[in-house]
């Protein structure tokens, strides 16, 4: 069953730190830009003036998506990140049967 759920409290983004990672690694895309250490430093240094809007998909208890969002100050959504990342995407691991 598959469930979303969105980050909102900063609290909530350090907590996903392990899992985070691991599914970085199933996606296949070894891209500084998206790692939990690019993104939560990011949000500390940048993004006090954005509202975060990190978007979990589960697939019972297992992240299988992360959508590293936010909210800017005109309330449209771009990628945590946003001008000074090369690279921003959606992290989407591999379903395993």
């Given at each position: 069953m598959f469930t979303v759920t969105q980050?909102?409290?900063?609290?909530?983004?350090?907590?996903?730190?392990?899992?985070?990672?691991?599914?970085?690694?199933?996606?296949?895309?070894?891209?500084?830009?998206?790692?939990y250490e690019w993104i939560t430093n990011w949000w500390k240094h940048f993004g006090q003036e954005n509202k975060l809007f990190v978007v979990i998909v589960k697939n019972n208890d297992n992240i299988v998506g992360i959508a590293p969002l936010m909210l800017n100050s005109k309330?449209?959504?771009?990628?945590?990140?946003?001008?000074?990342?090369?690279?921003?995407?959606?992290?989407i691991g591999e379903e395993k049967e």
């Amino acid at each position: 069953m598959f469930t979303v759920t969105q980050i909102n409290a900063y609290e909530e983004l350090v907590a996903l730190k392990e899992e985070w990672n691991i599914l970085l690694d199933k996606n296949g895309t070894n891209i500084n830009f998206l790692t939990y250490e690019w993104i939560t430093n990011w949000w500390k240094h940048f993004g006090q003036e954005n509202k975060l809007f990190v978007v979990i998909v589960k697939n019972n208890d297992n992240i299988v998506g992360i959508a590293p969002l936010m909210l800017n100050s005109k309330e449209t959504i771009q990628f945590i990140g946003t001008p000074l990342s090369d690279y921003c995407d959606f992290i989407i691991g591999e379903e395993k049967e």
